[in-house]
C-alpha cells in the first residue's frame, strides 16, 4: 500500500457518502459545527487539529478553492494560501502555531508555518515539489514529507529523515521529546513503521501483514495508527514499549484507524460497525471503544485530533445534503 495523505484519505471515504447507508444505533452525539467558509449547505470542512486552548484548524472550501482555517471562540478565519487557491491546515501547537500544506503561485504543493498572522513557506527538499508539513511540536519543531521522504524541520533547516531502502517515506507525528513517527518503505517495496528518534530509525512492529502506519505520538511514547492483520483487515493499533496491540473495532466492524493520542492515552479515530461499512468517530480509552455518533441525521463521521482535555474533532455528515462538516466533540 502506498501512501495516502489525510486529505486524500477523506476523499476516499466521502466517494461512499449516500444517504442509502443505514447507520448503526450509536450514542448520541455532542457535535457542534463549526461552520464554514463558503457556503453552509455544499462545502466540504474538515478539522484536522485541536490545541489545548481549543484553538482548532483543517480546511474549508471557499469561493475560490479550499482555504486552511483557524477556529476558536466560535469564529473561523481564514488563513489563506502560499499564493494558490488551495490550502489545508493539518496541525497546531498550544502557542497556536499552525502547520498545513498549500499551493504556490505556480501551482507547486509546499509545507507552511503560520504564525503571529503570518503564513512562510518552508521550502522543499530536491525538486518534486508536492509537499506538505503534517504535525508539530510545542517547540515549533515541524515534519511531514517532501520530494517523496519524511522531513524534520527545526529553526529553518529542514532534514532529510531517509528510508529504510525504498522509495518513500513521510512523518505523521512529532512529540516534545522529538521523538518522530511514521513509515517508509524498505528495499522491498513493503511499508514499514518507523520511529525516528537521536538519529536512529527503528522499525516497529505489526499486526503480522505487510503494512502498518503510526499516525500519532504523545509525550509519553506511546504512538497510534493502524496495521494490517493477517486477515487483511486494518484495524487502529498502539504501540507501547516496544509492543503493538490491536485495538479492534465497534461492534465487530472490518476497519477501524487511529488517528491520535493524548497525554492520558486515550484515542481518537474512526472505524466501521458489523452493520455498515461507513467510519464513525470512535474514541478508545483503557480497552473502552465508545463511538461518538454523528450529526443529528447524518450517516458518517471521522475524529483526526483530540487535545488533552478529551476535545476531539473531525468532520461529520450532514443533511440535507449529506455534506462534510468540521466538529468538534466536548465530552
Given at each position: ?19 442509502f ?9 455532542s ?12 462545502s ?8 489545548n ?10 469561493i475560490?478553492?479550499t ?31 499552525i502547520v ?14 503560520w504564525?503571529?498572522g ?19 511540536n510545542n ?10 521522504h ?14 529504510l ?18 513509515w ?5 517495496g513493503?511499508a ?10 527503528i ?43 490491536d ?33 464513525y468517530a470512535t ?29 476531539v ?14 466538529f468538534i466533540?466536548?465530552?
Open positions: 500500500m502506498r501512501f495516502i495523505n489525510k486529505f486524500f484519505i477523506l476523499l476516499l471515504t466521502l466517494l461512499l457518502l449516500s444517504p447507508l443505514a447507520s448503526p444505533a450509536l450514542a448520541s452525539s457535535f457542534t459545527d463549526l461552520g464554514t467558509l463558503g457556503d453552509p449547505l455544499s466540504l470542512t474538515v478539522a484536522y487539529g485541536i490545541n486552548r481549543g484553538q482548532v484548524v483543517g480546511g474549508s472550501g471557499t475560490n478553492g482555504h486552511a482555517f483557524l477556529w476558536q471562540n466560535g469564529v473561523m478565519t481564514d488563513l489563506g494560501t502560499l499564493g494558490g487557491a488551495y490550502s489545508q491546515a493539518y496541525a497546531i501547537n498550544d502557542k497556536g502555531a498545513g500544506a498549500s499551493n504556490t503561485s505556480n501551482g507547486e504543493l509546499h509545507p507552511f508555518l504564525k503571529n503570518i503564513m512562510s513557506d518552508l521550502g522543499v527538499l530536491g525538486t518534486t515539489h508536492s509537499s506538505a508539513a503534517l504535525a508539530i517547540k515549533d519543531e515541524i515534519v511531514g514529507y517532501s520530494n517523496g519524511a522531513f524534520f524541520w527545526k529553526n529553518g533547516t529542514m532534514t532529510d529523515l531517509g528510508t531502502g525504498g522509495s518513500y517515506s513521510t512523518a505523521d507525528g512529532i512529540n516534545d521529546k522529538e521523538q518522530i513517527v511514521g517508509s518503505d524498505d528495499i522491498n513493503i514499514q513503521p518507523v520511529e525516528w528518534e537521536n538519529d536512529q530509525t522499525i516497529l512492529p505489526t499486526l503480522g501483514a505487510n503494512f502498518a502506519a503510526p499516525n500519532g505520538i504523545n509525550n509519553k511514547g506511546d504512538v497510534v495508527g493502524y496495521a494490517t492483520t493477517l486477515n487483511g483487515e486494518q484495524h487502529a493499533a498502539l504501540w507501547h514499549n516496544g509492543t503493538i496491540q485495538l479492534g473495532t465497534l461492534n465487530g466492524g472490518t476497519h477501524s484507524i487511529g488517528t491520535a493520542i493524548n497525554n492520558q492515552g486515550v484515542i481518537a479515530g474512526y472505524s466501521s460497525t458489523n452493520t455498515s461499512t461507513s467510519n474514541t478508545w480509552n483503557n480497552g473502552t471503544i465508545t463511538p461518538l455518533g454523528t450529526f443529528p441525521g447524518g450517516n458518517r463521521s471521522e475524529a483526526y485530533a483530540l487535545n488533552d482535555k478529551g476535545q474533532v473531525g468532520y461529520g455528515s450532514e443533511l440535507p445534503t449529506f455534506s462534510a462538516h468540521a466533540y466536548n465530552p
